[in-house]
């Protein structure tokens, strides 16, 4: 009777059952707990910190922040497929859509905070016509960003400085323009401590305004008015729009939502709940009131306000276009 004979593996080797990477399984997992959150606080924390102390200049800190707070929204959205039974495909789209994403969301604000090369810096236009007319170079451009800024006379009593109202008009080879507002100074009730208060002065010396300019040519401003008559000099700046018209970034937006509520709807993971599709909805908001706001230099006043007012009107449009696409999609049966 034949005897069957079973192969011994050689002494000293036993055959390795397999096992799953536990340094990759902990690393996904801190990664989806605490690491990212964490690290995305502490550069909001120490950007803001720099920028209070003068260490960093306000442009770069802010940057910084907003990349960090874009960072972290991301993470709320896409944390699901940091779950080690995510499949693969998912985490590698959710990857790629990543990037688009931050790319896309922080363009605007890095546009805000860093205009670019001036067409004009720093020219002077007195009340006498002194400096007129000012030739702005902004052939080629459709669009520019007019930057005033001015100064206020000071008050004998020591109260708020009286306004100056200021009009200037601008002449081009299609357009003219008439550019008019006032700058001010106000005095506001500040609490020290508990019980202390202080009266601070709150002046409004300088403004943002966008331009059009359909002929793609040069600009000069031939009249300005500055009521009262003795104020100080208006300093102009001028810079080339650095983005697209409304009916561009509009699509873009819409093109981006559609994306990602597609990807939340879509995907293997059913756990997201529309969460990124609310993070980017809430972000386009906060970009527009960051780019509309009349701030000349943005700082972290000017994005807590923005996500302030901006943020919650985002929020709730992006409710909407989650409940919509809950409707209109159906989720696939995996």
Same mark, same amino acid.
């Given at each position: 009777?034949?005897?069957?004979?079973?192969?011994?593996?050689?002494?000293?080797?036993?055959?390795?059952a397999a096992s799953p990477n536990l340094t990759?399984?902990?690393?996904?997992d801190a990664l989806r707990t605490w690491v990212?959150?964490?690290?995305?606080?502490?550069?909001?924390?120490?950007?803001?910190?720099?920028?209070?102390?003068?260490?960093?200049?306000?442009?770069?800190?802010?940057?910084?922040?907003?990349?960090?707070?874009?960072?972290?929204?991301?993470?709320?959205?896409?944390?699901?497929?940091?779950?080690?039974?995510?499949?693969?495909?998912?985490?590698?789209?959710?990857?790629?859509?990543?990037?688009?994403?931050?790319?896309?969301?922080?363009?605007?604000?890095?546009?805000?905070?860093?205009?670019?090369?001036?067409?004009?810096?720093?020219?002077?236009?007195?009340?006498?016509?002194?400096?007129?007319?000012?030739?702005?170079?902004?052939?080629?451009?459709?669009?520019?960003?007019?930057?005033?800024?001015?100064?206020?006379?000071?008050?004998?009593?020591?109260?708020?400085?009286?306004?100056?109202?200021?009009?200037?008009?601008?002449?081009?080879?299609?357009?003219?323009?008439?550019?008019?507002?006032?700058?001010?100074?106000?005095?506001?009730?500040?609490?020290?401590?508990?019980?202390?208060?202080?009266?601070?002065?709150?002046?409004?010396?300088?403004?943002?305004?966008?331009?059009?300019?359909?002929?793609?040519?040069?600009?000069?401003?031939?009249?300005?008015?500055?009521?009262?008559?003795?104020?100080?000099?208006?300093?102009?700046?001028?810079?080339?729009?650095?983005?697209?018209?409304?009916?561009? =970034?509009? +699509? #873009?937006? *819409? $093109?981006?939502?559609? /994306?990602?509520?597609? %990807?939340?709807?879509?995907? &293997? !993971?059913?756990?997201?709940?529309?969460? =990124?599709? +609310? #993070?980017? *909805? $809430?972000?386009?908001? /906060?970009?527009?009131? %960051?780019?509309?706001?009349? &701030? !000349?230099?943005?700082?972290?006043?000017? =994005?807590?306000?923005?996500?302030?007012?901006?943020?919650?009107?985002?929020?709730?449009?992006?409710?909407?276009?989650?409940?919509?696409?809950?409707?209109?999609?159906?989720?696939?049966?995996?």
């Amino acid at each position: 009777m034949a005897t069957a004979f079973r192969m011994r593996p050689p002494a000293g080797r036993r055959p390795r059952a397999a096992s799953p990477n536990l340094t990759a399984l902990l690393v996904l997992d801190a990664l989806r707990t605490w690491v990212i959150p964490a690290a995305a606080s502490t550069v909001i924390v120490a950007a803001a910190a720099l920028s209070i102390t003068g260490l960093v200049s306000g442009g770069g800190a802010l940057a910084a922040a907003i990349v960090a707070a874009l960072v972290l929204l991301l993470y709320i959205g896409e944390r699901p497929l940091l779950a080690p039974d995510a499949p693969r495909r998912d985490q590698l789209l959710g990857a790629a859509l990543g990037v688009v994403w931050l790319a896309a969301c922080y363009l605007p604000f890095y546009t805000r905070i860093f205009p670019g090369a001036p067409l004009l810096e720093g020219a002077e236009i007195k009340a006498d016509g002194s400096g007129l007319p000012l030739r702005i170079p902004a052939a080629g451009h459709s669009r520019i960003d007019l930057v005033l800024e001015g100064k206020l006379p000071p008050n004998p009593t020591g109260g708020a400085a009286p306004p100056v109202h200021y009009r200037l008009v601008l002449q081009g080879r299609d357009v003219r323009s008439v550019v008019e507002g006032q700058f001010e100074d106000t005095l506001k009730t500040q609490r020290l401590g508990r019980r202390g208060t202080t009266v601070v002065h709150q002046s409004h010396d300088s403004e943002l305004r966008v331009l059009a300019n359909p002929g793609n040519t040069d600009l000069t401003v031939t009249q300005v008015t500055l009521e009262p008559p003795t104020a100080p000099a208006v300093i102009l700046s001028a810079f080339a729009h650095p983005l697209p018209g409304s009916l561009i =970034l509009g +699509l #873009a937006a *819409a $093109a981006l939502l559609a /994306a990602v509520a597609a %990807f939340d709807r879509l995907g &293997a !993971v059913a756990e997201t709940d529309g969460a =990124l599709t +609310l #993070a980017t *909805a $809430a972000a386009i908001g /906060a970009a527009v009131i %960051f780019w509309t706001s009349n &701030a !000349v230099h943005p700082d972290f006043r000017t =994005l807590v306000g923005s996500a302030i007012f901006g943020g919650p009107v985002g929020f709730a449009a992006g409710a909407l276009l989650w409940w919509v696409a809950k409707k209109l999609i159906a989720r696939p049966t995996r």
